[in-house]
């Protein structure tokens, strides 16, 4: 039991320190700026992963929660005058209410099933909020209120860096304890055989729409840091290729790895910009490096390097 | 009335397409389990490929037979290179190696051709030919006929050949098929090269009505998946019902409700029928076996 | 409650699968302290008994009580609940879970469920996980796994899994328990601690409804035992009445034969 509850401490601490440590390594405002969005993606990732990773259930529908976030905090604060914050916090809201109104029908479904059900949904919601331009801008987006916390205007690429690092913490912290809690055992025990769950006494039901409005408020918190990050909202982040990009971010991490959910979101969102000096070539790049990395660790990179050092180990 | 019609014309059209790249998935799914979000990248390879050719001076009728076979070597080539060597991998790696193989063709396609958008000229003219009120145009009737012919090639090629009763069987049992003599990397290899050649076909003849550029793929394999699912996975009726439904959903929604909102419609629709039928309009009923 | 007041009641239970009736107006009852067995050639309606028994399937005809109460076709974690736990024969293990994992699992029922205190790990979830746990090292140890319980469920032989299923089970300290083939795939060692296991089981005032293939354990455990033959009841009654039946041995080999039938019984 020690060694689990290590481990529950040990990757919010190792994420932790690679903030603090990649900090000194920053040489301008626009590599703070990229590593600040890694751990924004990092942080939707994480709680997709709780839901794919542990749970085994596919949503191809997240960005959408993404955009509810993202836009909570564009269109509250202009409309109604609420303190960005507030809005943030009216958007998860929002999100967690919506997620639980559709997951109880949409998570009866399985495998490819749930996955075209989700992609219907997030298609929908990025449908609604492109569609919508009185509120929402349209395709062109809408400027999003500078935050301002206590009289401090929040700006600058550094200061960013710090509240997403902060916020990437605090996220892994929490879905680690989600997993090594009685929840998150009912979770990955689903994950294997519903029947023996049931059996267990697991209400199946209730734990994946659990997971699933917890992950779907995980993507509206890092939509609404986006958004106040960028001062800016477009509706591509609500749309399916986000969904997708997204997901691919967890299988190419790992599966049910924390770590493996920053992994996964530091190669897709550091490679693009690494790649534009290649111009025309950046997506045949791009595609190819994913092929070869799923080719060669199946698992995700860091299940897979973590299954092979343990073999040299013992070796 | 006229307006219905025309409405279901346009739809089907759309339809038989997403129909058609609906059986790619289909066939791929039964041989390998692979759920190939590549998929649309055939029917860009398919247009593109002829817009190119053609534009080089290539007698159209040429053109689109080049395309096809090039549409078939790549999927050999995907299967060979990407998916072969990853056999055993589990479903999810599968689908991002697919996504990853459809990034890669995007990216190639954009070199190789340009970013712009292509038409064709219509294969028999733009002339539409007048039927109960509503204008045709000539190119939807080769695109309907198009997928006709190739569903009642499938449906022989399945029923009345060897090779197509060893797809049949690879699909019904990976192990059992082996355990006779079949060989599964050959089907499965197989099935990428008719998904990929179905594909481009579908391309060629819908890129007059519909145009095309590189990046088209993407949306046509979400819809074709849509479709699929729709119909219920792995079954081929299932698959050519669910691409019509789905083209003419969109077309009566766009025309009779909103425009803007046309792929929503279809979509709600796709959600009513999954959460009344779980395993889709075809699908099958399980029991759990424990 | 007595003795002789029956834990588990099954009356004219019946499901058919395509026209088939797999299960045909079966009824037993199972009494707290015994080990009742069902047996029955391949395809007897065996397991698909358990599975009406257990809530994975519905049944089209019949009812179940579980301890004086009405639960037919109640979902398997409701009737986890009411205390009826079970095994599978084709092991439905946490195969991404060590065997401890997998036995915490168990106590799924019997842990606190406060979302807050699991996602922000309060000291109460810590002291959960602790007390879940070492419920978990107590139960591998009884049946014979605590060397094995940091390891991946994936990684534990075909034994050990059949073994950690039953430790599971216990693990919600069920009223009622259903064993589909707990000693298939064990050598005759591992057998004999299983029976002795069963045994102890039932002495400590289980319902235990045991599915199994090893004659000679089902007629040395058993107080009472049940003969399925497609689907219908054949015969009942104690191990000395199942072995002398005719009905029983023709089932079990055909008409000819009667000494093989008896070896097969025995």
């Known amino acids: 039991m020690g060694r689990l509850l290590s481990h529950r401490l040990a990757v919010p601490l190792v994420i932790a320190l690679l903030v603090v440590a990649l900090s000194f390594a920053m040489p301008s405002n626009f590599y703070y700026r990229v590593a600040a969005l890694v751990w924004i993606s990092a942080l939707a990732v994480i709680g997709l992963n709780l839901l794919m990773g542990y749970a085994g259930q596919v949503s191809l529908g997240h960005a959408g929660f993404f955009g509810i976030g993202a836009y909570a905090v564009a269109v509250l604060p202009a409309q109604f005058g609420l303190h960005p914050l507030v809005a943030a916090l009216l958007g998860a809201f929002a999100t967690a209410a919506l997620a639980f109104l559709v997951g109880r029908p949409i998570l009866r479904l399985k495998g490819h099933y749930l996955a075209v059900a989700t992609l219907g949904f997030g298609i929908l919601i990025a449908m609604t909020i492109s569609n919508e331009a009185w509120l929402t801008g349209g395709p062109d987006g809408m400027p999003v209120e500078r935050l301002t916390l206590f009289g401090w205007r929040v700006r600058g690429a550094d200061t960013w860096y710090w509240i997403t690092g902060g916020l990437l913490v605090i996220g892994a912290w929490i879905a680690c304890n989600l997993v090594a809690s009685p929840t998150g055992r009912a979770l990955r025990a689903l994950h294997d055989s519903e029947v023996a769950a049931r059996v267990a006494g697991i209400d199946v039901a209730r734990a994946k729409l659990t997971v699933f409005v917890i992950s779907a408020v995980y993507a509206s918190v890092a939509g609404s840091t986006l958004a106040l990050l960028n001062g800016f909202v477009t509706p591509d982040k609500a749309n399916f290729l986000h969904s997708i990009e997204l997901v691919t971010m967890v299988v190419l991490g790992g599966m049910g790895s924390v770590l493996g959910s920053l992994a996964g979101a530091a190669i897709l969102v550091v490679l693009p910009q690494v790649l534009t000096g290649f111009h025309d070539y950046e997506h045949m790049i791009l595609g190819l490096i994913m092929m070869v990395i799923m080719i060669v660790l199946r698992a995700g990179i860091v299940p897979s390097l973590a299954a092979l050092f343990k073999g040299r180990w013992k070796k | ?290 | 409650m007595t003795a002789t007041t029956p834990l588990l009641e099954v009356s004219e239970i019946g499901i058919a699968f395509g026209g088939v009736r797999a299960v045909d107006n079966v009824s037993f009852s199972a009494r707290p302290g015994e080990v009742f067995s069902i047996i029955g050639p391949n395809g007897a309606g065996k397991t698909t008994l358990f599975n009406l028994v257990s809530g994975i399937y519905r049944p089209k005809s019949g009812s179940v009580r579980l301890a004086g109460e009405p639960v037919t076709a109640l979902e398997p974690n409701r009737l986890a609940e009411r205390g009826l736990s079970r095994t599978f024969q084709n092991l439905q293990v946490f195969f991404r879970m060590t065997a401890r994992e997998n036995v915490m699992v168990g106590r799924h029922l019997r842990e606190q469920r406060g979302l807050l205190a699991h996602l922000f790990a309060l000291p109460s979830t810590g002291r959960q996980n602790r007390e879940s746990a070492a419920v978990a090292d107590a139960l591998l140890e009884r049946v014979g796994l605590a060397a094995l319980a940091d390891m991946p469920a994936a990684n534990l032989p075909y034994g050990a899994l059949k073994r950690l299923e039953i430790a599971r089970a216990l693990a919600a300290e069920p009223k009622v328990l259903l064993l589909d083939e707990p000693a298939a795939g064990c050598n005759p060692v591992e057998t004999e601690e299983i029976e002795k296991l069963i045994r102890k089981i039932a002495d400590d005032g289980v319902a235990v409804v045991l599915v199994e293939h090893d004659m000679k354990l089902v007629m040395r455990i058993s107080d009472r035992i049940l003969v399925l033959d497609q689907g219908r009841m054949l015969a009942e009654g104690s191990a000395a009445e199942i072995r002398s039946n005719p009905k029983v041995i023709e089932a079990y080999l055909g008409t000819h034969g009667t000494r093989e039938a008896n070896l097969a019984l025995d």
């Open chain 2, 1 to 290: 009335m006229p307006e219905l019609l025309q409405f279901c014309v346009s739809g089907l059209t759309v339809g038989a397409v997403y129909a058609l790249v609906a059986l790619g998935f289909t066939i791929i799914y039964n041989a390998s389990d692979v759920v190939n979000f590549a998929q649309g990248e055939f029917v860009m390879i398919g247009g593109m490929t002829t817009v190119f050719a053609t534009a080089a001076g290539v007698p159209l009728p040429l053109a689109a037979l080049g395309a096809v076979l090039v549409a078939m070597v790549v999927g050999l080539l995907l299967h060979r290179l990407a998916i072969e060597p990853a056999r055993g991998a589990s479903p999810v790696t599968l689908i991002i190696i697919t996504i990853g193989a459809s990034i890669f063709l995007r990216g190639l396609a954009q070199v190789v051709f340009d970013k712009q958008f292509h038409s064709l000229p219509a294969f028999s003219g733009n002339t539409p030919i007048r039927f109960g009120g509503a204008a045709i145009l000539p190119q939807s009737f080769w695109v309907l006929g198009g997928a006709a012919v190739i569903v009642a090639v499938l449906w022989a090629f399945f029923n009345r050949t060897l090779i197509g009763k060893a797809v049949l069987a690879t699909a019904a049992n990976r192990l059992a098929a082996r355990l006779v003599g079949i060989n599964t990397s050959f089907v499965m290899g197989l099935s990428f090269v008719m998904s990929a050649a179905i594909g481009a076909v579908a391309g060629i003849l819908v890129t007059p009505i519909t145009l095309t550029s590189y990046d088209v793929g993407m949306l046509l394999a979400l819809k074709g998946f849509a479709a699929a699912m729709l119909g219920g996975m792995g079954n081929p009726l299932g698959a050519v019902v669910g691409g019509l439904a789905v083209g003419l959903l969109e077309a009566l929604g766009a025309g009779y409700i909103s425009s803007t909102y046309k792929d929503a419609i279809a979509f709600i629709v796709i959600l009513i029928v999954l959460f009344a039928l779980p395993g889709g309009l075809f699908g099958k009923a399980s029991v759990e076996r424990v």
